[in-house]
Protein backbone atom coordinates (compact mmCIF):
# COMPACT_ATOMS: atom_id res chain seq x y z
CA UNK A 1 0.00 0.00 0.00
CA UNK A 2 1.45 3.33 -0.79
CA UNK A 3 2.54 5.73 2.29
CA UNK A 4 -0.27 7.92 3.09
CA UNK A 5 1.79 10.50 4.24
CA UNK A 6 3.70 10.56 1.10
CA UNK A 7 0.66 10.46 -1.23
CA UNK A 8 -0.73 13.73 0.51
CA UNK A 9 2.42 15.67 0.31
CA UNK A 10 2.91 14.71 -3.50
CA UNK A 11 -1.50 15.80 -4.14
CA UNK A 12 -0.60 18.96 -2.52
CA UNK A 13 2.66 19.72 -3.74
CA UNK A 14 1.90 18.81 -6.94
CA UNK A 15 -1.61 21.09 -6.79
CA UNK A 16 0.70 24.15 -5.91
CA UNK A 17 0.16 24.07 -2.31
CA UNK A 18 3.06 25.19 -0.36
CA UNK A 19 3.98 22.46 2.96
CA UNK A 20 4.62 24.07 6.33
CA UNK A 21 8.09 23.03 8.11
CA UNK A 22 6.77 20.57 10.07
CA UNK A 23 4.46 18.60 6.68
CA UNK A 24 7.72 18.81 5.08
CA UNK A 25 9.98 17.43 7.94
CA UNK A 26 7.48 14.79 8.19
CA UNK A 27 7.46 13.67 5.12
CA UNK A 28 11.45 13.30 4.71
CA UNK A 29 11.17 11.49 7.88
CA UNK A 30 8.90 8.81 6.29
CA UNK A 31 11.11 8.71 3.45
CA UNK A 32 14.39 8.64 5.21
CA UNK A 33 13.38 5.73 6.88
CA UNK A 34 12.85 3.57 4.36
CA UNK A 35 8.97 3.79 4.50
CA UNK A 36 8.09 5.17 0.51
CA UNK A 37 8.64 3.77 -2.79
CA UNK A 38 11.46 4.99 -4.97
CA UNK A 39 8.36 6.35 -7.26
CA UNK A 40 7.13 8.08 -4.37
CA UNK A 41 10.25 9.54 -3.36
CA UNK A 42 10.32 10.80 -6.79
CA UNK A 43 7.45 12.17 -7.37
CA UNK A 44 7.43 13.83 -4.57
CA UNK A 45 10.77 15.61 -5.46
CA UNK A 46 9.29 16.72 -8.69
CA UNK A 47 6.77 17.92 -7.11
CA UNK A 48 8.55 19.95 -5.10
CA UNK A 49 10.88 21.52 -7.89
CA UNK A 50 8.00 21.91 -10.42
CA UNK A 51 5.66 24.00 -7.81
CA UNK A 52 9.13 25.67 -6.32
CA UNK A 53 10.77 25.14 -3.38
CA UNK A 54 9.52 27.42 -0.49
CA UNK A 55 11.72 28.60 2.66
CA UNK A 56 9.57 26.64 5.00
CA UNK A 57 9.72 23.72 3.26
CA UNK A 58 13.75 23.52 3.14
CA UNK A 59 13.97 24.76 6.65
CA UNK A 60 11.69 21.46 7.28
CA UNK A 61 13.60 18.74 5.29
CA UNK A 62 17.07 20.53 6.71
CA UNK A 63 16.19 20.15 10.44
CA UNK A 64 15.19 16.19 9.61
CA UNK A 65 18.34 15.53 8.32
CA UNK A 66 20.39 17.35 10.85
CA UNK A 67 17.82 15.40 13.33
CA UNK A 68 18.84 12.46 11.49
CA UNK A 69 22.89 12.55 11.05
CA UNK A 70 26.21 11.53 12.68
CA UNK A 71 26.76 14.53 14.66
CA UNK A 72 30.54 15.41 15.26
CA UNK A 73 31.62 17.10 18.75
CA UNK A 74 34.02 19.49 18.03
CA UNK A 75 33.64 21.24 20.86
CA UNK A 76 33.77 24.95 18.91
CA UNK A 77 31.11 27.07 18.39
CA UNK A 78 32.86 29.29 15.70
CA UNK A 79 32.94 25.92 13.49
CA UNK A 80 33.19 27.90 9.71
CA UNK A 81 31.85 25.84 6.35
CA UNK A 82 32.16 26.22 2.98
CA UNK A 83 30.17 24.83 0.32
CA UNK A 84 28.26 25.27 -3.18
CA UNK A 85 25.08 23.66 -3.88
CA UNK A 86 26.58 22.82 -7.75
CA UNK A 87 25.22 23.11 -10.96
CA UNK A 88 26.81 25.96 -12.43
CA UNK A 89 29.81 25.35 -14.83
CA UNK A 90 32.74 22.66 -14.31
CA UNK A 91 35.68 24.14 -12.59
CA UNK A 92 38.18 22.76 -10.07
CA UNK A 93 37.11 22.89 -6.34
CA UNK A 94 36.96 26.16 -5.53
CA UNK A 95 35.25 25.89 -2.01
CA UNK A 96 37.69 23.08 -0.38
CA UNK A 97 40.91 24.97 -1.26
CA UNK A 98 39.23 27.77 0.32
CA UNK A 99 38.44 26.00 3.13
CA UNK A 100 42.25 24.62 3.64
CA UNK A 101 43.57 28.27 3.10
CA UNK A 102 40.87 29.59 6.10
CA UNK A 103 42.07 27.05 8.13
CA UNK A 104 45.59 28.05 7.41
CA UNK A 105 44.85 31.61 8.28
CA UNK A 106 43.23 30.37 11.97
CA UNK A 107 39.64 29.91 11.16
CA UNK A 108 38.36 26.42 12.79
CA UNK A 109 37.03 24.87 9.44
CA UNK A 110 34.56 22.05 9.61
CA UNK A 111 33.93 20.97 6.30
CA UNK A 112 30.85 19.20 4.70
CA UNK A 113 31.04 17.77 1.28
CA UNK A 114 30.67 14.68 -0.99
CA UNK A 115 32.11 13.45 -4.11
CA UNK A 116 31.99 15.30 -7.29
CA UNK A 117 28.40 15.91 -9.01
CA UNK A 118 28.54 18.52 -11.38
CA UNK A 119 32.46 20.01 -10.84
CA UNK A 120 35.70 18.38 -12.45
CA UNK A 121 36.13 17.48 -8.41
CA UNK A 122 34.34 17.11 -5.48
CA UNK A 123 35.32 17.77 -2.13
CA UNK A 124 36.20 14.16 -1.23
CA UNK A 125 37.37 13.19 -4.45
CA UNK A 126 40.26 16.38 -4.25
CA UNK A 127 41.22 15.63 -0.70
CA UNK A 128 41.44 11.84 -1.10
CA UNK A 129 43.88 12.83 -4.17
CA UNK A 130 45.64 14.58 -1.77
CA UNK A 131 46.27 11.87 0.84
CA UNK A 132 43.21 12.96 3.25
CA UNK A 133 41.02 10.21 4.69
CA UNK A 134 38.10 11.23 3.91
CA UNK A 135 36.11 8.67 5.99
CA UNK A 136 36.83 9.31 9.67
CA UNK A 137 34.75 8.50 12.78
CA UNK A 138 33.14 11.51 14.28
CA UNK A 139 35.67 11.35 17.04
CA UNK A 140 38.59 11.42 14.43
CA UNK A 141 37.08 14.36 12.44
CA UNK A 142 36.40 16.30 15.82
CA UNK A 143 39.97 15.96 16.96
CA UNK A 144 41.32 16.86 13.65
CA UNK A 145 39.63 19.95 13.91
CA UNK A 146 40.91 20.74 17.88
CA UNK A 147 44.54 19.84 16.20
CA UNK A 148 44.45 21.18 12.80
CA UNK A 149 42.11 24.00 12.81
CA UNK A 150 40.45 21.58 9.63
CA UNK A 151 38.05 18.46 9.48
CA UNK A 152 35.94 16.98 6.52
CA UNK A 153 32.87 14.83 7.16
CA UNK A 154 32.32 12.77 4.01
CA UNK A 155 28.37 12.82 3.49
CA UNK A 156 27.68 9.70 3.04
CA UNK A 157 29.36 9.14 6.64
CA UNK A 158 27.16 11.01 8.09
CA UNK A 159 23.72 11.07 6.45
CA UNK A 160 23.40 7.07 6.34
CA UNK A 161 19.58 7.18 5.99
CA UNK A 162 20.48 8.93 2.49
CA UNK A 163 20.43 5.55 1.28
CA UNK A 164 17.12 5.39 0.60
CA UNK A 165 17.54 8.12 -2.02
CA UNK A 166 20.17 7.86 -3.41
CA UNK A 167 19.19 5.25 -6.20
CA UNK A 168 16.47 7.65 -7.03
CA UNK A 169 18.22 10.82 -7.10
CA UNK A 170 20.71 9.08 -9.44
CA UNK A 171 17.90 7.87 -11.86
CA UNK A 172 15.89 11.08 -11.91
CA UNK A 173 19.27 12.95 -12.90
CA UNK A 174 18.03 16.84 -12.30
CA UNK A 175 18.31 18.97 -9.59
CA UNK A 176 15.95 18.37 -6.47
CA UNK A 177 15.96 19.56 -2.81
CA UNK A 178 18.89 17.68 -2.10
CA UNK A 179 21.03 19.97 -3.98
CA UNK A 180 20.21 22.71 -1.40
CA UNK A 181 19.94 20.85 1.98
CA UNK A 182 24.02 19.26 2.09
CA UNK A 183 25.30 22.49 2.12
CA UNK A 184 22.34 23.31 5.35
CA UNK A 185 23.05 20.18 7.28
CA UNK A 186 26.84 20.55 8.56
CA UNK A 187 27.32 17.84 10.90
CA UNK A 188 29.39 19.37 13.11
CA UNK A 189 26.85 22.28 13.54
CA UNK A 190 29.02 24.84 11.74
CA UNK A 191 27.25 28.15 12.68
CA UNK A 192 29.31 30.05 9.90
CA UNK A 193 28.85 29.58 6.23
CA UNK A 194 30.34 30.91 3.05
CA UNK A 195 27.74 29.16 0.34
CA UNK A 196 27.88 29.48 -2.87
CA UNK A 197 24.25 29.03 -5.43
CA UNK A 198 24.71 28.40 -9.46
CA UNK A 199 21.48 29.47 -9.64
CA UNK A 200 20.08 32.79 -8.63
CA UNK A 201 16.57 32.24 -7.84
CA UNK A 202 17.06 29.89 -4.92
CA UNK A 203 19.77 32.33 -3.90
CA UNK A 204 17.86 33.90 -1.24
CA UNK A 205 15.47 31.20 -0.72
CA UNK A 206 18.21 29.68 0.84
CA UNK A 207 19.35 32.25 2.38
CA UNK A 208 16.44 32.57 4.59
CA UNK A 209 16.57 29.37 5.26
CA UNK A 210 19.85 29.68 6.78
CA UNK A 211 18.39 32.70 8.90
CA UNK A 212 15.42 30.56 10.28
CA UNK A 213 17.91 27.66 10.75
CA UNK A 214 19.95 29.43 13.07
CA UNK A 215 22.95 30.39 11.06
CA UNK A 216 25.14 33.54 12.77
CA UNK A 217 26.74 34.53 9.91
CA UNK A 218 26.87 33.46 6.53
CA UNK A 219 27.49 34.66 2.88
CA UNK A 220 25.03 33.25 0.27
CA UNK A 221 27.29 34.30 -3.12
CA UNK A 222 26.11 33.54 -7.07
CA UNK A 223 28.17 34.69 -9.80
CA UNK A 224 26.17 36.36 -12.83
CA UNK A 225 28.22 33.85 -15.05
CA UNK A 226 26.08 30.83 -13.34
CA UNK A 227 29.17 29.68 -11.01
CA UNK A 228 27.89 28.85 -6.99
CA UNK A 229 31.31 31.20 -5.96
CA UNK A 230 32.69 34.45 -5.45
CA UNK A 231 32.79 34.77 -9.76
CA UNK A 232 36.06 35.96 -10.84
CA UNK A 233 34.59 36.85 -14.37
CA UNK A 234 32.02 38.91 -13.76
CA UNK A 235 29.86 40.28 -10.77
CA UNK A 236 28.61 38.26 -7.58
CA UNK A 237 25.48 39.10 -6.20
CA UNK A 238 26.10 38.53 -1.94
CA UNK A 239 23.89 37.87 0.22
CA UNK A 240 24.73 38.26 4.20
CA UNK A 241 22.86 36.19 7.04
CA UNK A 242 23.66 37.80 10.09
CA UNK A 243 21.72 37.02 13.24
CA UNK A 244 18.47 36.06 11.57
CA UNK A 245 18.43 38.47 8.88
CA UNK A 246 19.58 39.00 5.76
CA UNK A 247 20.99 41.77 3.82
CA UNK A 248 21.69 41.90 -0.04
CA UNK A 249 25.49 43.82 -1.27
Known amino acids: MPNEIITRAIDAASSGEHLTAD ?26 RAKGETV ?10 RELATPVQAGRTDLVDTAGTGGGPSTFNVSTTAALIAAGAGCAVAKHGNRSSTS ?12 VSIDLPPEAVAASIRDTGFGFMFAPAHHAAMKHVMPTRRELGVRTIFNFLGPLTNPAGATRQLLGVSDR ?33 GPTRVIEVRRGATEEW
Do not use: N
Open 23 to 48: HAATVLAEIMAGRASDVQTAAFLIAL
Open 56 to 65: PELIGLARTM
Open 120 to 131: RSGSADMLEALG
Open 201 to 233: RYQETIAEALAGLGTEHALVVSGEDGVDELSLA
